[in-house]
């Protein structure tokens, strides 16, 4: 036949392109005849229940065109932790168990979720990394999305077997084993094992969630594809100098709390639990991203403002006295490089502006916005990976002293400052790209 005739890597190329079309339109078939959400089967992943014990859930939409149908945005839904010990009346940094599990961040009803949703919706808005937007979204926009609804108050973590009981309500610590339940699903169902690219990402407590499990997706992802990590605004530190003068607690004490009501030392990185157990340490530090990150071996590419809204708020306690601001932000600072940004496979996009996660495609660092550094980052990863060889080190960092006026939008005005960067001296006031 005339495709015999071809040569080999003429034939292997229009395979490749006869297998995406096809992927995506079966994809798209099951999208359109079917719904949006898809809840877990908990005849089969009996463990993966929400807070109130419903089951756990996802979002999928189909990628748009074939040429995307292999590639994967898996996106963790943020929105906070819970403990046992707040009490039901804070609404600050983390809230009660029995509170959250009658909100849409502890069940997967009906009433919280819609069966069809528009491509990137959570309950917090349309997600950047999953909007079909080719302008504010330039390289995920038309790739298969998933969102993870969260509804386990733990950054998918937990792996409690013991169902507490609390005012007669029953509650279930069980988000690692939704997460384990969702990539078996993608993995069966979805195509997910099909992929050739994956981009882990998530926002707020989703982020965290990207710090804590990337390597887990990693694992479970067929190794023929390259993933890398996206987290926006995960990088909460480990706190405990202050707190809001409205709750009881650290913030500190309270993720710590959090996982050990959730049993969640089987749910984070293996290799920092086992680190921290040979010393006789405390494994609840790796539930921490700064304490997390040295043992990560994928990829990632860290969003992050030095002065994140939410923290300033919900750790710190102040976000209007410029002293107290600023040590926090060098704190922040130096958490990021001494145990993030170490090496080639770390990458980052490191902003002065007070907000917490989103807007990626107005922050700009020497007229390079967000939505633009990640994929030249990615481009690099993924060609390093190809290659076999060690992939350029690339930062943006806008590094400004609070309050900043000009930090926040297009309008930031980029300031080259030579010979200096971040490691020597993080204390200074500077905007630049660091590539090595």
């Known amino acids: 036949s005339s495709f015999s005739g071809l040569p080999r890597t003429a034939r292997a190329e229009m ?9 995506t339109s079966v994809l798209q078939a099951r999208a359109d005849v079917g719904t949006t959400l898809h809840l877990l089967d908990l005849d089969r992943y009996p463990l993966a229940t929400c807070l109130d014990g419903s089951p756990g859930a996802f979002y999928f939409w189909p990628a748009s065109n074939s040429a995307a149908g292999r590639h994967w945005v898996i996106h963790h839904v943020g929105g906070g932790w819970c403990a046992m010990d707040p009490p039901d009346s804070q609404g600050l940094m983390v809230d009660s168990c029995l509170h959250r599990s009658t909100t849409s961040l502890g069940s997967s009803a009906a009433q919280f979720y819609p069966r069809n949703a528009t491509a990137g919706w959570t309950i917090w808005g349309y997600e950047q990394t999953m909007v079909p937007d080719s302008v504010s979204n330039p390289m995920l926009h038309d790739w298969n999305k998933v969102a993870l609804v969260y509804c386990d108050g733990g950054s998918f ?16 610590f069980r988000g690692g084993y939704i997460l384990e339940a969702v990539m078996d699903t993608l993995l069966r169902e979805y195509g997910l094992k099909d992929a050739t690219d994956v981009v882990i990402g998530g926002a707020s407590a989703g982020g965290l969630s990207t710090y ?7 694992a479970a992802i067929p190794s023929t594809a390259f993933v890398a990590g996206l987290p926006d605004g995960g990088f909460f530190q480990d706190w405990s100098a202050s707190k809001p003068a409205a709750t009881v607690n650290t913030y500190a004490h309270e993720l710590r709390a959090d996982f050990w009501d959730f049993n969640a030392s089987a749910g984070v990185n293996a290799d920092c639990v086992a680190a921290r157990r040979a010393v006789a340490g405390d494994p609840a530090e790796c539930y921490f991203a700064e304490h997390t990150a040295p043992f990560i071996k994928s990829p990632i590419f860290a969003l992050q403002s030095t002065v994140d809204a939410w923290q300033l708020a919900n750790e710190l ?6 002293q107290l601001v600023n040590e926090y932000r060098l704190r922040t600072t130096s958490r990021l490089q001494e145990t993030f940004l170490t090496g080639p496979l770390r990458g980052g996009f490191i902003d002065s502006c007070v907000h917490h996660c989103g807007i990626w495609d107005q922050l700009a660092v020497n007229g390079t916005i967000a939505a633009h550094a990640f ?4 481009a690099a990863q993924r060609a390093a990976w190809a290659a076999g060889s060690t992939p350029p080190r690339m930062e943006w960092w806008q590094a400004r002293e609070f309050p900043c006026t000009t930090c926040c939008g297009h309008a930031a005005a980029s300031q080259s400052v030579a010979d200096i960067a971040p490691a020597s001296n993080p204390g200074a006031s500077f905007e630049q790209f660091l590539f090595a």
Do not use: I, M
Not at 158 to 172: I, P, S
Not at 317 to 322: L, P, V
């Open 375 to 378: 994929p030249t980052w990615y």
């Open 157 to 172: 973590s937990g792996r409690n077997l013991t169902v507490a009981e609390t005012q007669g309500r029953k509650l279930h």
């Open 15 to 23: 395979l490749r392109t006869w297998h995406a079309v096809l992927l």
């Open 212 to 218: 804590l499990h990337l390597d887990q997706w990693r």
């Open 317 to 322: 306690g102040d976000n209007t006295d410029s």
